[in-house]
Protein backbone atom coordinates (compact mmCIF):
# COMPACT_ATOMS: atom_id res chain seq x y z
CA UNK A 1 0.00 0.00 0.00
CA UNK A 2 1.65 3.26 -1.03
CA UNK A 3 1.17 6.85 0.13
CA UNK A 4 0.67 9.28 -2.55
CA UNK A 5 4.01 11.14 -3.19
CA UNK A 6 4.13 14.72 -5.20
CA UNK A 7 3.45 13.91 -8.44
CA UNK A 8 6.03 13.16 -11.00
CA UNK A 9 4.67 15.47 -13.66
CA UNK A 10 3.50 19.03 -12.22
CA UNK A 11 2.56 20.11 -15.55
CA UNK A 12 -0.28 17.67 -15.73
CA UNK A 13 -1.57 18.49 -12.16
CA UNK A 14 -1.61 22.63 -13.41
CA UNK A 15 -5.18 22.76 -14.57
CA UNK A 16 -6.00 20.91 -11.03
CA UNK A 17 -4.27 22.82 -8.98
CA UNK A 18 -5.61 26.41 -10.97
CA UNK A 19 -9.30 24.50 -10.87
CA UNK A 20 -8.56 24.70 -7.05
CA UNK A 21 -7.77 27.80 -6.52
CA UNK A 22 -10.57 29.47 -8.67
CA UNK A 23 -12.87 27.67 -6.98
CA UNK A 24 -11.17 28.77 -3.74
CA UNK A 25 -10.97 32.58 -4.39
CA UNK A 26 -14.91 32.23 -4.69
CA UNK A 27 -15.06 32.23 -0.55
CA UNK A 28 -16.39 35.30 0.16
CA UNK A 29 -14.64 35.78 3.13
CA UNK A 30 -10.88 35.95 3.17
CA UNK A 31 -9.22 32.20 3.71
CA UNK A 32 -6.19 32.15 5.23
CA UNK A 33 -3.87 28.69 4.56
CA UNK A 34 -2.94 26.65 6.99
CA UNK A 35 -0.41 23.85 6.77
CA UNK A 36 0.30 20.97 9.54
CA UNK A 37 2.85 18.59 8.92
CA UNK A 38 2.42 15.13 10.15
CA UNK A 39 4.00 11.52 10.04
CA UNK A 40 2.36 10.94 7.03
CA UNK A 41 2.87 14.55 4.61
CA UNK A 42 1.41 18.12 4.83
CA UNK A 43 -2.28 18.78 5.73
CA UNK A 44 -3.56 21.93 3.77
CA UNK A 45 -6.76 23.51 6.03
CA UNK A 46 -8.38 26.37 4.60
CA UNK A 47 -9.37 28.38 7.65
CA UNK A 48 -11.12 31.91 8.14
CA UNK A 49 -13.48 33.58 10.61
CA UNK A 50 -12.35 34.48 13.72
CA UNK A 51 -9.67 33.25 15.36
CA UNK A 52 -11.31 33.16 18.95
CA UNK A 53 -14.51 31.62 17.77
CA UNK A 54 -14.88 27.58 18.88
CA UNK A 55 -13.27 25.76 15.83
CA UNK A 56 -15.31 23.74 12.97
CA UNK A 57 -14.24 21.32 11.19
CA UNK A 58 -15.39 20.56 7.80
CA UNK A 59 -14.69 17.55 6.06
CA UNK A 60 -15.00 16.81 2.40
CA UNK A 61 -16.69 13.95 0.18
CA UNK A 62 -14.39 11.65 -1.69
CA UNK A 63 -12.42 13.53 -4.01
CA UNK A 64 -14.57 16.69 -3.90
CA UNK A 65 -11.71 18.78 -2.20
CA UNK A 66 -12.06 21.61 0.68
CA UNK A 67 -12.89 24.40 -1.64
CA UNK A 68 -16.19 22.62 -2.02
CA UNK A 69 -17.21 25.00 0.72
CA UNK A 70 -17.23 28.06 -1.26
CA UNK A 71 -21.24 28.18 -0.39
CA UNK A 72 -21.40 27.75 3.79
CA UNK A 73 -17.71 29.16 4.87
CA UNK A 74 -19.14 32.48 4.44
CA UNK A 75 -22.24 32.27 6.05
CA UNK A 76 -20.52 29.75 8.98
CA UNK A 77 -17.54 32.44 9.13
CA UNK A 78 -19.33 35.41 9.58
CA UNK A 79 -21.45 33.86 12.18
CA UNK A 80 -18.17 34.11 14.26
CA UNK A 81 -17.13 30.65 14.04
CA UNK A 82 -13.25 29.22 13.25
CA UNK A 83 -14.28 27.46 10.08
CA UNK A 84 -11.32 24.90 9.41
CA UNK A 85 -11.84 23.00 6.15
CA UNK A 86 -9.23 20.52 5.83
CA UNK A 87 -7.79 18.53 2.37
CA UNK A 88 -8.05 15.08 3.42
CA UNK A 89 -4.79 13.80 2.88
CA UNK A 90 -4.12 10.74 0.40
CA UNK A 91 -7.27 12.59 -1.33
CA UNK A 92 -7.28 15.19 -4.28
CA UNK A 93 -6.52 18.27 -2.84
CA UNK A 94 -3.34 20.28 -1.57
CA UNK A 95 -2.54 17.86 1.12
CA UNK A 96 0.50 16.14 0.18
CA UNK A 97 0.53 12.22 1.03
CA UNK A 98 4.49 11.96 0.98
CA UNK A 99 5.09 9.99 4.48
CA UNK A 100 4.09 6.91 6.10
CA UNK A 101 0.91 5.11 4.66
CA UNK A 102 -2.32 5.83 6.39
CA UNK A 103 -2.78 1.67 6.33
CA UNK A 104 -6.27 1.71 7.90
CA UNK A 105 -9.02 3.25 10.19
CA UNK A 106 -6.44 3.85 13.21
CA UNK A 107 -3.94 5.71 11.08
CA UNK A 108 -6.69 7.60 9.37
CA UNK A 109 -8.27 8.60 12.62
CA UNK A 110 -4.88 8.98 14.13
CA UNK A 111 -3.92 11.59 11.40
CA UNK A 112 -6.90 13.47 12.35
CA UNK A 113 -5.69 13.61 15.70
CA UNK A 114 -2.23 14.85 14.99
CA UNK A 115 -3.49 17.62 12.76
CA UNK A 116 -5.93 18.70 16.16
CA UNK A 117 -3.02 18.57 18.06
CA UNK A 118 -0.88 20.24 15.98
CA UNK A 119 -3.80 23.43 15.41
CA UNK A 120 -3.92 23.10 19.13
CA UNK A 121 -7.20 22.18 19.61
CA UNK A 122 -8.97 20.17 21.87
CA UNK A 123 -12.54 19.77 20.96
CA UNK A 124 -14.31 21.30 17.93
CA UNK A 125 -17.50 20.74 16.07
CA UNK A 126 -17.03 18.44 13.23
CA UNK A 127 -19.16 18.64 10.10
CA UNK A 128 -18.65 16.03 7.49
CA UNK A 129 -20.65 15.03 3.85
CA UNK A 130 -20.65 12.21 2.27
CA UNK A 131 -17.22 9.82 2.85
CA UNK A 132 -16.23 13.18 5.13
CA UNK A 133 -19.35 12.62 7.40
CA UNK A 134 -18.08 9.07 7.29
CA UNK A 135 -14.95 10.19 8.76
CA UNK A 136 -16.47 12.46 11.37
CA UNK A 137 -18.70 9.87 13.07
CA UNK A 138 -15.60 7.72 13.22
CA UNK A 139 -13.75 9.91 14.49
CA UNK A 140 -16.31 11.09 17.55
CA UNK A 141 -16.38 7.68 18.02
CA UNK A 142 -12.86 7.28 18.61
CA UNK A 143 -12.52 10.44 20.60
CA UNK A 144 -15.66 11.52 22.01
CA UNK A 145 -14.68 14.20 24.25
CA UNK A 146 -12.58 16.27 20.93
CA UNK A 147 -16.20 16.80 19.47
CA UNK A 148 -18.16 19.21 20.49
CA UNK A 149 -21.37 18.70 18.50
CA UNK A 150 -21.49 16.56 14.89
CA UNK A 151 -23.32 17.53 11.60
CA UNK A 152 -23.39 14.96 9.23
CA UNK A 153 -24.76 16.50 5.27
CA UNK A 154 -25.84 13.04 3.52
CA UNK A 155 -23.39 10.63 5.08
CA UNK A 156 -22.35 7.19 3.41
CA UNK A 157 -22.02 4.00 5.07
CA UNK A 158 -22.97 5.54 8.40
CA UNK A 159 -26.82 4.45 8.98
CA UNK A 160 -27.29 2.78 5.62
CA UNK A 161 -25.36 0.77 2.74
CA UNK A 162 -25.00 2.38 -0.55
CA UNK A 163 -27.83 1.53 -3.20
CA UNK A 164 -26.63 -1.52 -5.68
CA UNK A 165 -27.47 0.56 -8.40
CA UNK A 166 -24.90 3.47 -7.23
CA UNK A 167 -22.23 1.36 -6.90
CA UNK A 168 -22.70 -0.49 -10.35
CA UNK A 169 -22.78 3.57 -12.17
CA UNK A 170 -19.53 4.25 -9.82
CA UNK A 171 -18.00 1.05 -11.27
CA UNK A 172 -16.19 2.73 -14.27
CA UNK A 173 -14.66 5.11 -11.78
CA UNK A 174 -12.09 2.52 -10.62
CA UNK A 175 -11.60 1.09 -14.03
CA UNK A 176 -8.48 1.94 -15.20
CA UNK A 177 -7.45 4.52 -18.15
CA UNK A 178 -9.44 7.35 -15.93
CA UNK A 179 -10.16 10.34 -17.89
CA UNK A 180 -12.28 13.51 -16.74
CA UNK A 181 -15.29 12.54 -19.22
CA UNK A 182 -15.98 9.57 -16.63
CA UNK A 183 -15.85 11.81 -13.61
CA UNK A 184 -18.61 14.40 -15.03
CA UNK A 185 -20.64 11.94 -16.25
CA UNK A 186 -21.04 10.07 -13.16
CA UNK A 187 -21.81 13.70 -11.34
CA UNK A 188 -24.25 14.32 -14.36
CA UNK A 189 -26.22 11.16 -13.64
CA UNK A 190 -26.29 11.85 -9.76
CA UNK A 191 -27.73 14.97 -10.44
CA UNK A 192 -31.17 15.99 -9.01
CA UNK A 193 -33.58 16.64 -12.08
CA UNK A 194 -33.66 19.64 -12.94
CA UNK A 195 -30.86 20.67 -11.43
CA UNK A 196 -27.00 21.37 -12.38
CA UNK A 197 -24.27 20.81 -10.81
CA UNK A 198 -21.91 23.39 -10.22
CA UNK A 199 -19.56 24.00 -13.39
CA UNK A 200 -16.44 24.99 -11.69
CA UNK A 201 -16.42 22.56 -8.86
CA UNK A 202 -17.69 19.66 -11.72
CA UNK A 203 -14.50 20.61 -13.30
CA UNK A 204 -12.24 20.49 -10.34
CA UNK A 205 -13.48 16.95 -9.28
CA UNK A 206 -12.89 15.41 -12.90
CA UNK A 207 -9.59 16.98 -13.28
CA UNK A 208 -8.40 15.58 -9.55
CA UNK A 209 -10.39 11.96 -10.47
CA UNK A 210 -8.20 12.44 -14.08
CA UNK A 211 -5.00 13.85 -12.85
CA UNK A 212 -4.66 12.88 -9.20
CA UNK A 213 -1.77 10.89 -7.81
CA UNK A 214 -3.39 8.02 -6.13
CA UNK A 215 -3.80 7.15 -2.68
CA UNK A 216 -5.82 3.41 -1.23
CA UNK A 217 -9.17 4.99 0.55
CA UNK A 218 -9.59 3.84 3.93
CA UNK A 219 -12.56 2.87 4.43
CA UNK A 220 -14.30 0.46 7.47
CA UNK A 221 -17.30 -0.76 8.06
CA UNK A 222 -20.66 0.64 8.93
CA UNK A 223 -20.65 1.47 12.58
CA UNK A 224 -22.84 -1.17 14.23
CA UNK A 225 -26.35 0.53 16.09
CA UNK A 226 -24.17 -0.38 19.37
CA UNK A 227 -22.04 1.51 18.59
CA UNK A 228 -23.79 4.45 17.34
CA UNK A 229 -25.62 4.54 20.67
CA UNK A 230 -22.55 5.63 22.58
CA UNK A 231 -22.45 8.67 20.74
CA UNK A 232 -23.54 11.56 23.24
CA UNK A 233 -22.44 14.55 21.06
CA UNK A 234 -25.37 16.86 19.93
CA UNK A 235 -25.75 15.21 16.20
CA UNK A 236 -27.50 17.16 13.00
CA UNK A 237 -27.93 14.67 9.99
CA UNK A 238 -29.66 16.45 6.89
CA UNK A 239 -30.33 14.11 3.76
CA UNK A 240 -31.08 15.26 0.10
CA UNK A 241 -33.90 13.99 -1.21
CA UNK A 242 -33.02 13.15 -4.52
CA UNK A 243 -29.43 11.17 -3.01
CA UNK A 244 -28.76 7.77 -5.38
CA UNK A 245 -26.62 7.00 -2.61
CA UNK A 246 -28.75 5.70 -0.88
CA UNK A 247 -32.60 5.26 0.18
CA UNK A 248 -33.14 8.90 1.77
CA UNK A 249 -36.02 8.34 3.35
CA UNK A 250 -34.98 4.79 4.98
CA UNK A 251 -31.57 6.10 6.18
CA UNK A 252 -33.45 9.21 7.40
CA UNK A 253 -35.73 6.50 9.37
CA UNK A 254 -32.67 5.01 10.60
CA UNK A 255 -30.74 7.35 12.24
CA UNK A 256 -34.05 8.68 14.53
CA UNK A 257 -34.24 5.17 14.82
CA UNK A 258 -30.75 4.57 16.32
CA UNK A 259 -30.31 7.95 17.55
CA UNK A 260 -33.77 9.31 18.98
CA UNK A 261 -31.92 12.01 20.15
CA UNK A 262 -30.46 13.59 16.58
CA UNK A 263 -31.87 16.20 14.58
CA UNK A 264 -32.79 14.34 11.77
CA UNK A 265 -34.01 16.56 8.11
CA UNK A 266 -34.30 16.06 4.51
CA UNK A 267 -33.34 18.55 2.53
CA UNK A 268 -36.17 19.41 -0.80
CA UNK A 269 -34.95 19.24 -3.66
CA UNK A 270 -31.12 18.25 -3.27
CA UNK A 271 -28.98 15.57 -4.65
CA UNK A 272 -25.98 13.69 -2.65
CA UNK A 273 -22.85 15.05 -4.25
CA UNK A 274 -23.93 18.42 -4.38
CA UNK A 275 -26.26 19.06 -1.31
CA UNK A 276 -24.14 21.72 0.50
CA UNK A 277 -23.37 23.68 -2.78
CA UNK A 278 -26.38 23.62 -4.95
CA UNK A 279 -28.56 23.50 -1.71
CA UNK A 280 -26.36 25.73 0.63
CA UNK A 281 -29.24 28.35 1.78
CA UNK A 282 -31.17 25.43 3.58
CA UNK A 283 -27.94 23.55 4.50
CA UNK A 284 -26.60 27.05 6.52
CA UNK A 285 -29.70 27.67 7.81
CA UNK A 286 -30.01 24.00 9.55
CA UNK A 287 -26.27 24.13 10.50
CA UNK A 288 -26.56 27.38 12.46
CA UNK A 289 -29.51 27.08 14.05
CA UNK A 290 -27.79 23.42 15.01
CA UNK A 291 -24.32 25.07 16.35
CA UNK A 292 -24.35 26.24 19.82
CA UNK A 293 -22.87 30.23 20.25
CA UNK A 294 -19.19 29.87 18.16
CA UNK A 295 -17.17 31.79 21.48
CA UNK A 296 -15.90 29.84 23.83
Not at 189 to 202: L, M
Request: some cysteine; charged content about 15%.
Amino acid sequence: MSARTAPSHPARLAPFLAAYDALLARWPVPVEPLTVRTAHGTTRINACGPADGHPLVLLHGGGATSAMWYANAGALAEAGHRVLAVDLIGDPGRSVHDGTPLGDVPGLLGWLDAVLDHLGIPAAHFCGHSYGGWIALEYTLHAPTRVSSLALLDPTQCFAGYRPGYLLRALPLFIPGRTPSRARNFLDWEAAPGSRTDTDWRELYALGYADFPASPVITGPRPTPTRLRTLTAPLLALYAEHSRAHDPQRTAAATRRTLPHATVTTIPGASHHTLPMAAAPEVNHHLLNFLPPPHP
